[in-house]
């Protein structure tokens, strides 16, 4: 049975969580230590350089352990994710099928399947009949007209040759 790991707020496992903060305060501590190795160099105390190093060695391995964590915490996450993806994904395949099955249930086995039926009327076949179809109206032949910003119409500007203007 996987391991069921509970999400937080920002939407991460305990696991990256854990691994996040173990990992950072790890190796803000080492600076303790890293300071203590500075001063004992300055002062040339071996022994003491020698306890300060293994002190931030261990610091340093903790926090390699939490990024582990971390990593772990990481990949449940994306497997997790990938499950949920494909959950929807076949929900959402099943919802159409369903939706595809209950459309063929309820179509007519003559007619094609996404297609409306118009039904006409006796009276209004036999109106049709006797319209005779409107002719066409002929364009009407005027020249523009301009308008101005308030509505007015305002004589038509002189045809001027248009120009082009192009700059660098």
Do not use: H, W
């Amino acid at each position: 049975m996987p391991e069921i790991y509970p999400k937080g707020d920002a939407g991460m496992n305990i696991q990256m969580m854990e691994g996040l903060l173990g990992a950072s305060s790890n190796i803000k501590l080492s600076g303790t230590p890293m300071s203590v190795y500075r001063q004992a160099s300055a002062e040339g105390d071996t022994e003491k350089m020698k306890r300060a190093l293994g002190y931030t060695g261990e610091c340093a391995e903790k926090a390699v352990k939490y990024q582990e964590k971390l990593d772990k915490g990481m990949k449940a996450e994306a497997k997790a994710e990938r499950e949920k993806a494909k959950l929807e994904q076949e929900a959402a395949i099943e919802k159409r099928r369903e939706e595809r099955k209950r459309s063929e249930e309820g179509a007519e086995p003559d007619r094609p399947q996404g297609t409306d039926v118009v039904q006409i009327s006796e009276a209004a076949k036999a109106a049709l009949k006797n319209n005779k179809p409107a002719e066409a109206a002929e364009p009407i032949d005027s020249e523009p007209v301009t308008y101005t910003p308030a509505g007015e119409v305002s004589a038509a500007p002189a045809e001027s040759e248009p120009t082009i203007s192009f700059t660098a």
